[in-house]
């Protein structure tokens, strides 16, 4: 194999984008074996990882490829991506807003014609929603300088 320094940089950037977001990937698949289930007022989340009969086997196998993964970034002199879960996160907030307008009475309308009752619910608590959101937004890029 070719010393780290012989590798051309572009190719460098893609096997540490793809080898990083692999890793990420198998960790959060580690993860999901053992935490217990999401539970949330409209989203429940079924973990039919937990108590998995081939359990052993998987995480040994994924200890396997992540050990594979660091074989590599040794090798081939790839830098340590750190994913800050700050821009995460707030990423997926800017998601979850963007969403949060397809519930707006004009684009529900589109659809079929709004009942008022729905239309008075939607009103306010849609308007309390994205206020939530922008606000947990702001204090992230607010405590993630340089995150964002």
């Known amino acids: ?19 990083s977001d ?16 999401l539970l949330g007022q409209l989203y429940r989340e079924e973990n039919s990882l937990l108590g998995h009969p081939r359990t052993p086997q998987i995480q040994a196998e994924l200890l396997a490829l992540r050990d594979q993964i660091g074989r590599l970034r040794r090798a081939l002199g790839l830098r340590v991506r750190h994913q800050d879960c700050i821009s995460e996160f707030w990423g997926g907030l800017s998601l979850q807003w963007a969403s949060l307008e397809e519930l707006r009475l004009r684009r529900l309308a589109a659809y079929e014609p709004v009942p008022p009752e729905l239309a008075e619910v939607l009103e306010t608590d849609v308007d309390r929603l994205e ?14 300088e340089g995150h964002v």
């Open 1 to 19: 194999m070719n010393a780290p320094a012989e590798n051309p940089l572009n190719h460098r950037r893609v096997l540490r984008i793809i080898l």
């Open 22 to 37: 692999l890793e990420g990937f198998l960790l959060r698949f580690e993860r999901a074996l053992s935490d217990p289930p």
């Open 131 to 144: 206020l939530g959101i922008r606000r947990i937004g702001a204090w992230l890029k607010g405590a993630g």
